[in-house]
Structure formats: structure tokens, C-alpha cells
């Protein structure tokens, strides 16, 4: 088992684990349009299959928030 | 020098007491113009604390007319101002709190062809809007133009915002375009707790202030998430990239688009209203 | 180094700070402001904030009556 911090709160998962598999893990609104950084630095959707996640990465899930109602 | 009369001193006398703000902020405040983009849900809240504020001159841009379903948050108008366009009903709740601000209403929506010219004459740019296509023109025109700005928007029970003065993290560094018009959430989707409205909208309203006054630290490279099921708040670090497509080394966006928006029920029946 | 006076006998406060910083942002660095007040809370309060954010009082004294003097310096 892993820790790592998923939009400021810890999680603990166990490692390989991509972020597509942290998308599906955590049950992402948006998974298709959700934005991502790790550690502070933006990572490109085409890596997110590839991407591998190690201990103590910290996780930002950034949404799209267009407004309120119609 | 701070030439203030006796009503504005004791009108403004809460900011003057504060040794943040003082009379050179006052005066700075009272020499602003600030730009809001939609006279909505976040716009009321802005429009509101900045004329109380005694902002010099405030620009308004909403195309729509006021519809029953507004009242639930958009605070600046009231139930008699259902039917009115909305610029109108918010000039008149400015004047009405401020009669020393100036208020240019743009009746129009913002497109490609008339943001450059409309944001031309501010300081500062206030996104109130609830639609991605005019968020990314309100980010793009901004970059292009170097004006300063805040981005705002909230869903449900959440809401983010951050602050761009040039040189900062824009929009498209964190999403690099708005998500396909198929991609919104549905209709039975669409609702927001009335209040995150206010609760991010006074936000956007603080920040433009501490623009103008020099107080405290902007939210730039920040973006300010909160949710108010649990409140939540949390601030997440941004960077410009080398790879954004707006500011970044190799830009791809040139000039200003006017995205495809949205359509859903709810939509097409408030534009069925024009 | 000029010396500025600022009668404020007749206000309340908390106009009485505000118009005291307004004469002060009116006035150059390193002159000195003669604030005429009234004892109570005029007299309690003013000195007090004008050294929190930081002005330097110079002396307090009484004058006649309910009027007392405070001496700023910017």
C-alpha cells in the first residue's frame, strides 16, 4: 500500500496505479474533461493511460465550473 | 489631493479607517473602472460590493432580460424587474446604492468581433458569466489585451476562482479549451445553491478591490475551489506553461473564437425569450 | 517642517479618525498635525489608533475645558 494525497486529503492505494486508474477509482466527474497535476505540474491528457504514480504524489483533480443554471 | 467631500468621507469612512486602505485607497477605488460580464448570478453580488465601494465607473455586459427563474440568486434584480433587461434593472440597484458611480450598460453578449473593443476601456475585467465558450473569450481577449482579471464559476454547491494579471497562469494553462457543447451537464444538472452565487461573486468582489488598493495577495497562480457542503476551501497552486496554447512559448491561439455553446432545454427556452 | 492644525471639536467619531487621516495624507512627511478633540471618546480612541497603524503621537495634553490637544507627527 501507497500513500499518496488526492486533492489535499490522504488515500491510500496500491501502486502501479495510473491516473486513469485513479479517475476510476475515485469516481471523477468529468472524466473525460477533468484536468490533472501532479505535484503541482500539469500533465497532458495523452499521458494519463501511461502516467504512473508513486508515494506521497500529490493529486490535484481540476474541473471545469462553467456557472450556475440556464 | 483627496479631494473628498464630507458625505464620502463618511460614506467610505470604513475603508478610510483601515490602515490598508485609508483615503489612497479610497482615491484609488474612486479613479477605477471595472468591466463585469454577465449581470447574473455572479455579477449581482460583484456590481453590488463594488458600487458600494465607490468603484469610479462600472461596466455592465448582458444581453439577456430578467427571467422569474433569476430571483432564486441573482440578487441585484427584483421580482418587478422581471421582464426588464438586465442591464437596465442592475444600473438602476447600483445607482440606487452609489449614485456617484458611472454605469455604461452594454445591452449585447460578448463575441469575438466586440470584446477588444468593449474591454478596452477598464482597469479590470470581472467574469460573471455561466457559459465556457464567453469564459474562454473573457481569458483570451484579456491575455491578448493584457488586462488583468477574475475568473469565476460555480456548479451545484462548489465554486473556483482565480485571479490573471498578465504574466500569471491564464485559463487555458489549466484547460486548454472549453469541453464539447455535448459534454455539458444535463439539465436536470443544471441547478446551483443560490447562495454559492453570493459566496463567490463577493470573492471575485474582494479581489478587485485588493487590486485596486494594492492589499494583501491576489489569487493569481491560485485557484480558490471551495464546497460549501462541507466548506471546504482550498487553494491549488497553478503555473503559466511553456505549453499553454494562449501565453505559452508556441501560441495556437491567435486570435479570439466563438465557441459553439451549449444548447439544453433550459437553455433554448430563455433564448426562445429574447 | 510645517505644522499643520485640524479642529475636530465637533465630530464623532469614528469621523474623527478618518478626518484626522485624511489631513495626514494631505500633509508631507516629517510635518507635524495639532488635532483639537473633546475628552471621552475622541480623547480615548485617537492617539491610540493613530499609533496602531502606525503614526507617532507626539504629546497629549489638556487645553480648557473638554478640548484637548494631540500632536501627530507624520
Keep these: 500500500m501507497a500513500n499518496i494525497i488526492v486533492n489535499g486529503k490522504n488515500q491510500e492505494v496500491t501502486l502501479p496505479l495510473t491516473l486513469v486508474d485513479l479517475i476510476k477509482l475515485n469516481n471523477i466527474l468529468q472524466p473525460d474533461m477533468v484536468s490533472i497535476q501532479v505535484n503541482e505540474e500539469f500533465v497532458e491528457r495523452s499521458e494519463f493511460e501511461t502516467f504512473s504514480l508513486k508515494e506521497g504524489d500529490q493529486v490535484d483533480f481540476l474541473y471545469f465550473m462553467g456557472g450556475g443554471a440556464f | ?274 | 517642517m510645517a505644522n499643520h492644525v485640524l479642529d475636530i471639536t465637533n465630530e464623532h467619531c469614528p469621523m474623527t479618525f478618518v478626518k484626522t487621516k485624511l489631513k495626514l495624507a494631505q500633509i508631507a512627511e516629517g510635518d507635524t498635525l495639532e488635532v483639537l478633540l473633546t475628552e471621552g471618546e475622541p480623547l480615548n480612541n485617537l492617539p491610540k489608533s493613530a499609533k496602531e497603524q502606525g503614526y507617532q503621537v507626539l504629546s497629549v495634553t489638556h487645553v480648557e475645558g473638554p478640548v484637548h490637544k494631540v500632536i501627530i507627527q507624520k
Design chain 2, 1 to 274: 489631493m483627496y479631494d473628498f467631500t464630507e458625505e464620502e468621507l463618511n460614506r467610505y469612512s470604513r475603508h478610510i479607517l483601515l490602515k490598508d486602505v485609508g483615503v489612497e485607497g479610497q482615491e484609488r477605488i474612486r479613479a477605477a473602472k471595472v468591466l463585469i460580464v454577465g449581470a447574473g448570478g455572479l455579477g449581482a453580488p460583484v456590481a453590488m460590493y463594488l458600487a458600494a465601494a465607490g468603484i469610479g465607473k462600472i461596466g455592465i455586459v448582458d444581453g439577456d432580460v430578467v427571467d422569474l427563474s433569476n430571483l432564486q440568486r441573482q440578487i441585484i434584480h427584483t421580482t418587478p424587474d422581471v421582464g426588464r433587461y438586465k442591464v437596465e434593472s442592475a444600473k438602476e440597484t447600483i445607482q440606487a446604492i452609489n449614485p456617484s458611480v458611472e454605469v455604461v450598460t452594454h445591452r449585447d453578449f460578448l463575441m469575438a468581433n466586440n470584446a477588444l473593443d468593449i474591454i478596452s476601456d477598464y482597469d479590470f475585467v470581472v467574469d460573471g458569466t455561466d457559459n465556457f465558450p464567453v469564459k474562454f473569450l473573457i481569458n483570451d481577449a484579456c491575455v491578448m489585451a493584457g488586462k488583468p482579471f477574475s475568473h469565476g464559476g460555480i456548479l451545484r454547491f462548489e465554486g473556483q476562482t482565480f485571479t490573471y494579471v498578465p504574466g500569471s497562469a491564464c485559463y487555458r494553462c489549466t484547460f486548454d479549451g472549453p469541453p464539447p457543447a455535448g459534454a455539458v451537464p444535463t439539465c436536470s444538472q443544471a441547478g446551483v445553491l443560490g447562495a454559492i452565487a453570493g459566496m463567490l461573486g463577493t470573492i471575485q468582489a474582494a479581489e478587485t478591490l485588493k487590486y485596486f488598493t494594492g492589499v494583501g495577495e491576489l489569487l493569481t497562480n491560485k485557484l480558490l475551489t471551495f464546497n460549501a457542503k462541507t466548506m471546504d476551501f482550498r487553494k491549488i497552486n497553478l503555473k503559466r506553461h511553456d505549453r499553454c496554447p494562449l501565453c505559452g512559448k508556441n501560441p495556437t491561439v491567435t486570435h479570439l473564437i466563438d465557441y459553439e455553446q451549449a444548447t439544453c432545454d433550459l437553455a433554448s427556452h430563455k433564448a426562445s425569450n429574447k
